[in-house]
Structures are given as structure tokens and as C-alpha cells.
């Protein structure tokens, strides 16, 4: 069989990993010139995180990730209002967590590939006709491949989904958030993060900060936008909408990079009634992006990689192995876009009542035997999706013998 997966993201690359492990023929097309070295900090647990254990990879992602103690909610002046303590939130997901970036996230995924896989940048997909036992892709250059199937694992504005399944308007629901993320560095602002993801406790607007390697900072910005359209200088914009807020945040954006290295887009959700047609299927955010307010949209893609190439390596039959698939991971993806719509208005406050709604709720969560129903209220239920596969094939190969 051959594979082609159009996208080398994080889930792209998860895939391409499971496929290649089951000696399956995959090429990655990917638009980009080169690896993507804008993202934002992710906390990665749930089930991408067993995913990425049965990968063997779980040494890799734990070495390039960052010790965090505390997210700290901090006035104009810097003083902390309310804090989570990281500790008690790794504790109530089993200790199963890190805090990574998601740039080093890919690129161990990417660095660790067999050389068997054959991943290719500048190749955007520009066509797509599925030929009944097969698919021809061709390219933006002109260029034509074939493949048994297609998968489009190429983000949030797929080019894959748009070209088969229609406008991407039919699918995005628009959750009222633009969000920023950058690198930059300055010795007095690392000092002060130190181990901490340091916040701004602010209405509509907001930006945290948390402390890299070699004395660098990413931050991050989320403010509340009713116009989904994103601006033409990602860098002017930030000044705008956030120029007016306290700490470090005036210091931070004097040293935002220029705008080719800002990551910026909107806060949106993907629903589609079906995650395949033919010889295509979509995984990850392409076809059930969960937002930024679920939090889990890595850990889900990889995951669902995961599924979908245990369902082509169980089936000889592709439709099965995607109906599978989405029966498996369809609930949990819903579930996860629940919570993060119904915790809207809790992430980032629209007033100053919730403002102070939300510090009164993170103190008395300090309460000890608290930790899990604040797990709960921010990741929503537990899964034991990659597990319960891995238990399954482990019956059934004793049953065999």
C-alpha cells in the first residue's frame, strides 16, 4: 500500500511514523518550504501522550521538554493573583504530562523518522481526483502522483478538505478569539518567569509567558475579536490589541520578531458530518480541530494518527478501517470541543466580574483533593482511546497463538 499524507505537522508526522512501522509505502507533501519554527508551549498529556509512549518516542518528547511549577495569574505590576500549581494537575492526569513546545514537539517526530519515508517540502497540493482504486495527486508545480489513499493532515485551513469536501466555511465555526504566539529574549523577563507560565489577569485581552532555554521567552496572546478576518501585519496588530496591558507585556512586544515570525490565527472549531469520502480521509485538526480553549489538539491528532493506522493495518478493506476510526475517535473529539466551548467565557474573561469569578474558583482549587474536579473542568473526561487499542491487539495476538 501506498500512503500519501499531505501535511508535516505534528499529526502528519505522527502517521507517517505508525504507517511506515507497518512497512507501508508514505510520501508527506507539505506546502511549506521548510519545518515550522513558529507554535506556541502545549501541555501534552492525554491519549497523544500514550500514543506517543507505545512509539517509543516518550524519551525523545520528555528531553526537550520545560519543567513548569505554576500558571500565575499577575496584575499590571506583576504581583500574582491566583496561580494552578503544576504539580497537583500532573498528579490528578497521573503524572503523564509535559509542557513542550509545539516546534520541538515536531521535530522529534520528524527527526526520528524511518528513512523509508519519503517527505518532501514546497510540494503544495493543488488537485485531487480519486480514482475509484486510487487517488492521483497533483501539485502545485504541475507535477502528478498516485497513491491508494490520501490523507489530509494539514491543519485547521486544509487544502485537502477545501478541494474535496468543499469551502472551508461549511466546516470552521469561529469561536470569537484571534490568537498570537512568538519568541524573544530578554534576561530581565526570563529571571522573572522563572519555572512559571506567567499570565496577565486582564479582560478581553491577554498574554502569558513562559521561560526557554538559552534565556529566551515564548509568549503567548489570545484576545477577543468578533471578525474572524486576521490582520496584514501580525506585528502591528499585536501592538494594537495588546500595547495597552501591564507586566512585561509593553517590553515583550518592542521585541516581537517581525511579522514572518509570528504565528497568528483565529480560535476555531472543526465539525464535519463525515471524516472521509472515497479514497480520502482527514485527520487531527483538517476535520476535528478542538481549539486552542480544549487544549488537547496535539495530543488528539497524534492520536487519532494512531487510530487511523491501526484501522488500515487491521483491515484489508480502507472503508472499514475509516469507519473505524471515526467511531473510535469521533466521541472523544466531541466531548473535548464541548468543554473548551462551555470554558469560553472562563478563559479569557469578558468582564471584570468573571475576572474575579475565575481568581476566587483557581484559589479555593488550592483546596487539597480539589486537583480533579479542576482537571476535569479543564480537559474534560479522561480516554483511555490508545490504550484500549493496544489491549486489544495484545487479545487478540494471544488468541491467535
Request: glycine share 10%; net charge neutral; hydrophobic share 45%.
Amino acid at each position: 500500500m501506498k500512503v500519501a499524507i499531505c501535511g508535516a505537522g505534528i499529526t502528519g508526522l505522527a502517521l507517517a511514523h505508525r504507517l511506515a512501522a507497518r512497512d507501508v509505502e508514505v510520501v508527506v507533501l507539505e506546502r511549506a518550504e521548510g519545518p515550522r519554527e513558529q507554535g506556541y508551549m502545549i501541555d501534552f498529556f492525554g491519549p497523544g501522550f500514550d500514543a506517543v509512549e507505545e512509539m517509543g518516542l516518550l524519551p525523545q518528547v520528555e528531553a526537550v521538554a520545560y519543567r513548569v511549577n505554576e500558571a500565575s495569574l499577575l496584575d499590571e505590576r506583576g504581583h500574582r493573583r491566583a496561580a494552578i500549581d503544576y504539580g497537583r494537575f500532573a498528579k490528578s492526569v497521573g503524572g503523564r504530562l509535559c509542557s513542550i513546545m509545539r516546534p520541538d514537539l515536531e521535530r522529534v517526530l520528524r527527526t526520528t523518522l524511518p528513512s523509508t519515508v519519503d517527505v518532501r517540502f514546497g510540494a503544495g497540493v493543488s488537485e485531487v481526483e480519486d480514482l475509484g482504486d486510487r487517488v492521483r495527486i497533483t501539485l502545485a508545480g504541475g507535477e502528478a502522483l498516485e497513491a491508494d489513499l490520501l490523507v489530509g493532515a494539514d491543519g485547521i485551513h486544509s487544502t485537502v478538505r477545501r478541494l474535496v469536501f468543499g469551502d472551508e466555511s461549511r466546516f470552521v465555526r469561529y469561536l470569537g478569539f484571534h490568537t498570537a504566539a512568538f519568541v524573544f529574549e530578554d534576561e530581565e523577563i526570563r529571571a522573572r518567569v522563572g519555572e512559571r507560565f506567567c499570565l496577565t489577569d486582564t479582560v478581553g485581552a491577554q498574554m502569558g509567558f513562559y521561560g526557554l532555554r538559552d534565556g529566551k521567552i515564548a509568549a503567548f496572546a489570545v484576545h477577543r475579536a468578533p471578525d474572524p478576518s486576521l490582520p496584514g501585519d501580525a506585528r502591528a496588530a499585536l501592538h494594537a490589541t495588546y500595547g495597552s496591558l501591564g507586566w512585561a507585556a509593553p517590553k515583550a512586544l518592542d521585541l516581537c520578531p517581525p511579522a514572518e515570525e509570528v504565528y497568528y490565527d483565529q480560535v476555531a472549531q472543526v465539525d464535519m458530518p463525515s471524516w472521509s469520502r472515497g479514497r480520502v480521509v482527514l485527520v487531527g485538526d483538517a476535520c476535528y480541530a478542538v481549539s486552542l480553549l480544549a487544549g488537547q489538539g496535539a495530543s488528539l491528532g497524534i492520536a487519532g494518527a494512531f487510530v487511523l493506522a491501526e484501522q488500515l493495518a487491521r483491515t484489508s478493506s480502507i472503508e472499514t478501517a475509516f469507519t473505524e476510526y471515526e467511531k473510535l475517535v469521533r466521541p472523544v473529539v466531541t466531548e473535548k470541543q464541548q468543554v473548551a466551548r462551555r470554558g469560553a467565557r472562563w478563559f479569557l474573561p469578558a468582564n471584570r466580574l468573571v475576572l474575579q469569578a475565575r481568581r476566587v474558583f483557581l484559589r479555593l482549587a488550592r483546596l487539597p483533593g480539589l486537583e480533579r474536579p479542576l482537571a476535569a473542568a479543564v480537559t474534560g473526561k479522561s480516554t483511555a482511546l490508545v490504550t484500549n487499542l493496544k489491549r486489544t491487539r495484545q487479545n487478540n495476538m494471544k488468541t491467535v497463538r
